[in-house]
């Protein structure tokens, strides 16, 4: 009997043994340094041309990445009037750890205003990468939660009377937007000597080209009369070609000196 109970203890101690054992055997096992890339898109970028967006691309997993390719996508939805092509495809080279990639897509017929704009990078799935799950960035301007359209925004920065007899002035325009300014108007306009906004003595004309996102230019505007003891005035987008963020902001006042 005592020799029976022996055997029995025995046994279950030993079984016990077996299902504590096989516990540890069959968990989940410890993560290791695997080595791998993880390639994640860092930027979608306006270029300084409305049909141009640049993308960023890095690798910060532990290893090196092979060729792969980027897909970037327009969600602007089914416009018939922008044509059928929605996606844009842009090779990665090899990226080795901790390195990065831009280069710019062209996307005509549309342009940086038909987004928001997905970029996923590695779109075939071709590489092995330690998080799987990262690799695409979606991009739109919001204020307030509200999806808006990127404008640009004109304004005059600076005025240089240059030649006051000939009634000459150098304008830097500068564009403060987040897309380029298309092509515009900048009109002079000298005021008559104390008739500041009454009388016009004389009113010029000229054409500014285009000016991308955050640039600057400078254009000479000649009245051909001069601005000696009065007051001038300048407005840029005079025609209102440029749909602008800011329509309150495009116009300077200056002031000549003395004869």
Known sequence: ??????????????????SVNAQVVTGPPVAKNNNLPDLVVTEILYDSVPDKIRVRVMNQGSGPSSICHLALMSLVGQDASLGTKRVWSMEIPALQSGK????????????????????????SNKVKESNESNNQLTYQLSIGGSVITPLPDLQITRAVLIDATNGEVSVEVTNS?????????????????????????KEAFVNVPSIGPAKKINVKIKAGVPIIS????LYIDIGEQVPEKNENNNRYEGEAGKS
């Open 1 to 18: 009997m005592l020799k029976n109970l022996v055997v029995i203890i025995s046994l279950c101690l030993f079984l016990g043994g077996l």
């Open 100 to 123: 990065g990639f831009s280069n710019t897509i062209v996307i005509s017929p549309l342009t940086q205003s038909n987004g928001p704009w997905k970029a996923v990078v590695d779109r």
């Open 177 to 201: 937007g987040a897309v380029l300014a298309t092509a515009s108007k900048l009109r002079l306009i000298v005021w008559e000597m104390q008739k500041f906004e009454k009388e016009i003595a």
């Open 230 to 233: 009065t007051k001038f005035s």
